[in-house]
């Protein structure tokens, strides 16, 4: 009764709540793909995986709109899932073969997708900050009411120019939301080590900057503040901070053993605050869903990643000659003397 009782307080169906978990439960399950892929030498170089931050993007993805921008940080596989891109060619890019986003020639950290409106994961630290702000001015500059979502992390919200691009986004009124995804350790130091302004969404306030926090593991707490978020910005009120407070199961990246936390606070996480055990729980107190209904949407996911996997495996890697394109662009227009 509590399950169905929070989810009708959040207006969200019982189809809505089985997208949200499929959703999230895609996510996941790709990114332990990911890491047994990497495990096996087929993806190289470095790989941050999103598990345990899974509602984070759908919660926000559930509150945009057709044309609405994303840009991230290297944390980014999750983005791209949930903003619709393809799984085959996300897994294919992380594997550095021909078939990937990219062409193979972004990996893990630098994939776009035009198509899907998603403006890359971005691998120097808090680097896509101030390009989401330049996403929001070419809005703000064409009146499209389109809103971009800035993805970065706690340890980027001590950078600079994240300071900059608030002080430029506000003067100009940009519709842009500032996600910090408080993940609770920026690499491997705890946020309480990091600083002394526990808030970060307040530091917008110097700035006259709205903003909130927000629980990370609860899919529906960010979808309504995310849908208060976007509403403010296409109102045209300026940018919107939001700091929602999530955790990731794993290392920083695949290479960090994580030995700055206890096992018994990520099991703690794991087992109290998972946020697709909640969406799961709801539908099944709720009952929305069996669990043989759950157990088919598990096979599902499943078969998904795995055709991803085969997929990248199969896709050829990039001819040399490759090495010399997408450097420079070819369709620039030419003024006329």
């Not at 946020?191 to 903003?211: D, F, M, N």
């Not at 707490?221 to 509403?231: D, H, S």
Request: proline residues 3%.
């Amino acid at each position: 009764m509590a399950a169905r009782k929070s989810a009708q307080k959040s207006n969200v169906s019982a189809e809505e709540l089985t997208t949200y978990y499929r959703e999230m439960l895609l996510i996941r399950r790709f990114e332990e793909k990911a890491g047994q892929l990497y495990g096996m030498g087929l993806i190289g170089g470095f790989c941050h995986l999103y598990i345990g931050q899974e509602a984070v993007v759908v919660g926000l993805e559930a509150a945009a709109e057709d044309g609405d921008k994303r840009v991230t940080s290297y944390r980014d596989h999750g983005h791209m899932l949930a903003c619709g891109m393809d799984p085959d060619g996300v897994m294919a890019e992380l594997t550095g073969r021909e078939g990937g986003y990219s062409k193979g020639k972004g990996g893990s950290m630098h994939m776009f997708s035009k198509e899907k409106h998603f403006y890359g994961g971005h691998g120097i630290v808090g680097a896509q900050v101030p390009l989401g702000a330049g996403l929001a001015f070419s809005d703000k500059y064409k009146g499209n009411d389109r809103v971009t979502f800035t993805y970065f992390g706690d340890g980027a919200a001590n950078q600079g120019q994240v300071y900059e691009t608030y002080n430029m986004a506000q003067l100009w009124d940009l519709p842009v939301v500032f996600v910090i995804e408080n993940n609770q350790y920026a690499m491997g130091t705890s946020v309480q080590r990091s600083t002394k302004s526990p808030a970060l969404w307040k530091r917008g306030e110097a700035y006259g900057i709205a903003g909130e926090e927000v629980d990370g593991m609860n899919v529906l707490a960010v979808k309504e503040a995310g849908e208060r978020a976007v509403a403010h910005c296409r109102a045209g009120k300026g940018p919107y901070i939001l700091e929602v407070k999530t955790y990731r199961y794993r290392g920083h990246s695949m290479s960090d053993p994580a030995k700055y936390r206890t096992r018994e606070e990520v099991q703690k996480m794991r087992e109290e605050r998972d946020p697709i055990e909640q969406v799961r729980e709801m539908l099944l107190t709720g009952k929305h869903a069996t669990e043989e209904d759950l157990k088919a949407i598990d096979k599902e996911i499943k078969d998904i990643v795995n055709k991803s996997a085969d997929f990248a495996k199969e896709s050829p890697e990039p001819a040399l000659e490759e090495l010399w394109t997408d450097i420079y662009a070819d369709d620039i227009p030419q003024k006329s003397a």
